[in-house]
């Protein structure tokens, strides 16, 4: 019998703690996620059928989280757990579409999680079945206006489409459909997030941004390629930083309570899993990318769009001197394989 399937999202700190070890000895198969960002892309990808939300989140409010999970037509059915703390008011939420199945208030027995989650499940089968067993509904009277037909726009080289035919879902959408990475309209609401509460409270944060040289990659490349050299990038960050797809050919991450320093060590680690990585790519032989980083605090920055820029001016100019870097690396690379070989020898 196929398991019942969890999204638990709870502080990357903690790990899941004990409700992620009930829950999995309990018979549950358990997604755990750290932060609202990992959620939302663990959810694009995996299929759950519940979903026990944490109140405090890194990077985004559970309730945040929880509105955006109701507004997702492929989440929006899902049953919703939010458990919340001693006086947390129902308000919170100004429209009751937004809000959860059920609260669970912390802290909780192991008992009351079980018996709740049980029942949403319960819940969730019965009205399954009784929609399968209701006759299927009327076919509408046909109207004299007609709905506007949705013209599917390919990626643009700046990656804009054009909005103003697409479905307004498709416009909010958060997850970009051809890399699986936070759509730019995302980034860019999580970002502005993340600056205001930095020039507020005196904190650090960084922005990267990355190139791939379009005459080679872009959109002309294999697309296994760019999605090997994205997996590479998210496997040398943190779960807390946000990647994201920027244009055609880049894609931007912020660092959130990063220095510029800390920044550009997490460049020269994207630089070398890219440069000793063996792509399969028949063109591949030389991977050309260039790597921007700007930070707070600065003297010069002090809107969000000068540091944005200031990320962009960077890249630029790595990408004039672009063949320093690169070789540098591939030296670094290849000295590495040959010791393996020599160890394995």
Known sequence: MKKVRILLVQNIETKGNGARDFLESAGYDVLWAGSGMSALITASHEPFDLILIDTALPGTEGMDLCRRFRNNAGTRGKPLILTVGRGFSTASFAHTENRPDEYLEKPYTERALNV?????????????????????????????????????????????????????EERNSIIDPTTGLFSRRQFEAMFSKEFKKCVRFMQQM??????????????????????????????????????????????????PNTLRGDAVQAAARVLEAVAAHPFSWPDATRITMSIGVAGLPDPNIDTEQKLIDAAVDACSRALEGMDRVPKRMERQAAGRKAEEKKAAG
């Open 206 to 255: 960084s922005c990267m941004m990355i190139n791939l040289d379009g005459r080679m990659m872009g959109r002309t490349a294999d697309e296994e390629l760019v999605k090997s050299i994205i997996g590479l990038v998210q496997s040398t960050i943190r779960e807390v930083d946000t990647i994201a797809w920027w244009t055609g050919e880049s894609f931007v991450i912020l660092f």
């Open 116 to 168: 709740m989650v049980a029942g949403l499940l319960d819940q969730t089968a019965d009205r399954a079945a009784e929609e399968q067993a209701s006759p299927p509904a009327a076919e509408p009277t046909p109207m004299a206006v007609r709905r506007p037909v949705l013209r599917l726009v390919p990626r643009t080289p700046s990656g804009d489409t054009d909005a103003l035919t697409a479905e307004p």
